[in-house]
């Protein structure tokens, strides 16, 4: 391998990772023109193993997206519909989502991931009601709930500071951020993409007050669009700037483009490789965020358990009820069984763990290393590398 490193131009960046350097915008650029995928992965690969060996996470977990009412106008989405009454336009009531942890008492969920359109009529009560009528339902899920673009939007018309709203969501029942809502950080992008919702420093300037409370949070980005190689590695690098301050960070997902059913629809979907190279950039570039998530849903499961020889340790989760990439046509899967995924990721030569949300091992599935170590979690700290 060590060959074909050096015939891909690749040997300064293979140097200055075995000295522990880190790696510039250039060099992020590099790897990803380098024309030799393998190359790249067996770099990626290696970042991945110092840290994760063959380990590799998912949880069980349910998506609840309690209206796709939403006031934004960006151009990659599906899912929204502009007012309350447009053709399939939907807000659920405080009892219709509970019913639906309800109707998984027998399933041992530890995560309900919920994200929303932003509904320009709901009363805030409505957001801190839904989080404590899931915690009465399940005092010990974990809540992880509410872009920080939701977050953003919930300030401006509830007159109520960023701070404020988290905290109110916290006292509420809320865990952790999502990282969705990052798209692409460049501005040349988002003006054309998603001009009208929170901008990149108040995105990053959320995630910032979440750590500082106590909160972890992920890191998104939507690629295959329009972005520029360089707009990739800067979107990066931005993200792992504010973890050099927080540590706060626990995983970046790259989220590849579906084009479905949206106003971007004339563009294609990224490729498998561009996929698989996204991955492993990502996982050289982040040297401080913990976990490189590929979000099978988005990447397609062919592709998500080959990622996890191109830098990725985590798979997301079971992931029931998704909507947004179903609407923009993935072709995946409605949810998958922990049976499934730890078969997916033996069949990929990996270790499968099922893991909470805050990345303690609730499940070894088998393979005897669930240690007390494991069990507990890290600290919040900043934490310049990993
Ligand atoms: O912010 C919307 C993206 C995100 C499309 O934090 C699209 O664990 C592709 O953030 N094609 C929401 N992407 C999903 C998300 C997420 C996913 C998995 C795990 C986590 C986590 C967060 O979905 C949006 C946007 O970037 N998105 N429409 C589309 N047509």
Known sequence: MQT???????????????????????????????PDLLALGSLANREREKRHAARTYFNYNLRIEATNVCVASCLFCSFARLRPGDPGAYTMSLEQAWDKLRRRQDQP???????????????????????????????????????????AF?????????????KALME??????????????????RRKICHDKCGTDRYLDIHRIAHRLGMRS?????YGHIETLDERVDHM???????????????????????????????PAPSATD?????????????????????????????????????VDDLDGTVQEEKIYHMAGSAT????????????????????????????IVNDMGSGVLTKSEMTPDPITPAPAC
């Open 154 to 166: 919930f300030a401006d018309i509830y007159g109520m500071s960023d701070e404020q709203v988290l």
């Open 109 to 151: 969920l530890t995560e309900l991931h919920i994200v929303n359109g932003l509904h320009p009529d709901l009363p805030f009560s409505y957001y801190t009601d839904l989080l404590r009528g899931f915690k009465r339902i399940r005092p010990a899920i974990h809540l992880k709930c509410f872009t920080a673009v939701e977050i």
């Open 218 to 222: 992920n890191v998104t980005m939507l």
């Open 333 to 360: 899967p409605e949810g998958m069984t922990t049976a499934q995924l730890t078969r997916l990721v033996r069949a990929a030569g990996r270790e499968p763990l099922e893991r909470d949300t805050l990345y303690n």
């Open 4 to 34: 074909r490193i050096h015939a891909a131009g690749l040997a300064g960046i293979d140097e200055k990772l075995r000295a522990g350097e880190r790696l510039t915008l250039d060099d992020g650029v590099t790897l990803f023109t380098s």
């Open 275 to 311: 996929t698989l190279r996204v991955h492993a950039v990502a996982r050289l570039m982040l040297d401080n965020i913990p976990h490189i998530k590929a979000f099978w849903i988005a990447t397609g499961l062919d592709v998500a358990q080959t990622a996890l020889w191109f830098g």
């Open 237 to 267: 690098m931005r993200a792992r700037a504010l973890q050099d301050e927080t540590g706060g960070f626990q995983a970046f997902i790259p989220l590849a483009f579906h084009p479905d059913n949206n106003q971007m629809r004339k563009l």
């Open 172 to 189: 509420a029942g809320l865990d952790s951020l999502p990282g969705g809502g990052a798209e692409i950080f460049a501005e040349r992008v």
